[in-house]
């Protein structure tokens, strides 16, 4: 499952945003935070549809596809904003904590289905 691995790719945004604001450093666009985003956006996609097919098959009791969908748009989001040292550190935050929420939901249903 690959839900330990966004876990591990929030906590790697994590680090990357506090880092680029305590450095006071931005990246430059085309070449550093593109090509990053991209690979993350395949991961993120692949984890997408293997969650999809995973709830569709066994029917967890608090995790529902809108969820997913929801879960996969704000993975993307906090992506791209970790690479944005200006970008609001409270509505990051929140962010991240709904979305390590739902992952730790998956893996918990995971372990009861």
């Known amino acids: 499952m ?3 691995n966004m876990l591990q790719h929030i906590e790697n945004c994590r680090t990357r945003y506090f880092q680029l604001r305590e450095e006071e450093r931005d990246l430059d666009f085309y070449t550093e935070v593109q090509p ?3 690979q993350a956006f395949i991961r993120i996609e692949m984890w997408f549809n293997e969650m999809t097919q995973w709830v569709e098959l066994n029917r967890p009791r608090h995790i529902h596809l809108p969820q997913l969908k929801h879960t996969k748009e704000a993975l993307e989001q906090i992506t791209v904003q970790s690479y944005h040292r200006k970008t609001s550190r409270a509505m990051f935050l929140k962010s ?3 979305i390590e ?5 998956i893996l918990e249903e995971a372990m009861n289905v």
């Open 2 to 4: 690959h839900t330990e």
């Open 36 to 38: 990053a985003c991209e």
């Open 96 to 98: 991240i904590q709904s």
């Open 101 to 105: 929420y739902t992952l730790k939901t």
